[in-house]
């Protein structure tokens, strides 16, 4: 989106602390945020007490299901640029991205919709919690940067969700149906009442 997002100071819980992120899988900064955040983690001593937990974000939620468009393409007449100016900013990101260990394929993404693979992040989320959660939104980044899949696409949501060990035919009952989109919906209302307009967006 090109919004950096921001940080609010949340609540303390437990013993411990839980790092709510609202993000969207199509979104580069917060996979380079994703990244930036377990950085600073890795060196913290007391990231056993830190809880992460992924929130439902939509950038576009009237993007199509099965996009063909190229974001480059979609982006340009959002902004007004030509695609040629928004090329060169994206190289920019690319760049950034790269710093962070991360191949980004941002000319090669198409411009899709995210609702359901937010749907399956739940699914994650109550079957095996934070750390399952967390698998799947690497698992989906992935698909979508670094090797240019469409995750509008329920073949790729079913093999990103299959392969972090969630059960097939819980992922197919979720795709075929409307589960977890009252909490898809609740997460983005949240994210309004907190005032947030771009993501990553982190409550501490």
């Given amino acids: 989106s090109g919004d950096r997002g921001k940080f609010v100071t949340g609540r303390r819980v437990g013993t411990g602390m839980r790092i709510e ?8 900064w917060c996979y380079v945020g ?3 955040l377990e950085t600073a983690l890795a060196g913290f001593e007391h990231a056993d007490e ?12 009237s993007a199509p ?5 190229k974001t480059l393409t979609t982006l340009s007449r959002k902004y007004g640029r030509s695609e040629a100016e928004m090329a060169q900013m994206m190289e920019g990101l690319v760049a950034t991205a790269a710093e962070e260990g991360l191949a980004l394929r941002l000319f090669d993404n198409v411009h899709t919709n995210t609702i359901d693979a937010h749907r399956l992040l739940h699914l994650a989320l109550a079957t095996g919690g934070p750390a399952l959660q967390r698998e799947l939104k690497e698992g989906l980044l992935a698909a979508y940067f670094t090797r240019a899949e469409d995750v509008g ?17 819980r992922v197919d009952a979720v795709l075929t ?18 005032g947030a307009t771009g993501v990553p967006f982190f409550v501490v």
């Fill in 50 to 61: 830190v809880e992460v937990v992924y929130r439902s974000f939509e950038l576009d939620p």
């Fill in 153 to 169: 696409d329920h073949a790729v949501l079913r093999a990103a969700a299959v392969s972090t060990g969630l059960d097939p035919a």
């Fill in 177 to 194: 149906g409307q589960e977890y989109a009252e909490e898809v919906a609740a997460d983005i209302a949240q994210a309004r009442a907190y």
């Fill in 21 to 28: 992120i609202w993000s969207d899988v199509v979104c580069p």
């Fill in 34 to 36: 994703k990244r930036r």
């Fill in 65 to 69: 299901h099965h996009g063909t468009e």
